[in-house]
């Protein structure tokens, strides 16, 4: 992510608490709390995306369902989503003990790691969801999901 970028969410953390009038200690420890990392500039992009939405959700007072974006998306980049949320509720199904569809940060970072995806589903082109698709499949194999 470029600088402009990162500038841009990180002042919008800044807004967002401003609006819901939390203070520098408060923010800090939601930020900790969110990604283990109390520095705004020491995160990444998904780090400060998972922040800001933690600050819209507890400013919406509702939790919301983080992979209802899957059923929204057009064309082409909604069935690679569908397959992705379906890879996420069989790697979910393999946990001991078994839960729902993995996080949507967990398979971000699976992402990240594996495809240097650095921005958040839901922004993907189709060719970048495809490699993650590609991705979380060889996930999958590897740990005998």
Same mark, same amino acid.
């Given at each position: 992510m470029d600088a402009l970028k990162k500038a841009a969410r *990180? @002042? +919008?953390?800044? &807004? &967002?608490? @401003? +609006? #819901?009038? %939390?203070?520098?200690?408060? @923010?800090? &420890?939601? #930020?900790? #709390?969110?990604t283990g990392k109390a520095s705004l500039k020491d995160m990444s992009a998904l780090d400060l995306n998972d922040v800001l939405n933690h600050l819209n959700k507890r +400013? $919406?007072?509702? &939790?919301?369902?983080?992979w209802a974006f899957v059923f929204r998306l057009p064309g082409e980049r909604q069935g690679l989503a569908r397959k992705i949320f379906r890879l996420a509720e069989r790697m979910g199904a393999a946990q001991k003990p078994p *839960?729902?569809?993995? $996080?949507? @940060?967990? %398979?971000?970072?699976? +992402?990240?790691?594996m495809v240097g995806c650095d921005t958040v589903l839901e922004f993907c082109d189709a060719t970048l969801l495809h490699k993650v698709v590609q991705a979380l499949e060889v996930y999958c194999k590897r740990h005998g999901i």
């Open positions: *990180i @002042r +919008a953390v800044h &807004a &967002a608490c @401003r +609006a #819901q009038g %939390i203070d520098d200690d408060t @923010r800090k &420890a939601i #930020q900790l #709390q969110t +400013a $919406s007072g509702k &939790a919301g369902n983080e *839960i729902g569809p993995m $996080s949507k @940060r967990y %398979i971000e970072g699976i +992402a990240e790691h």
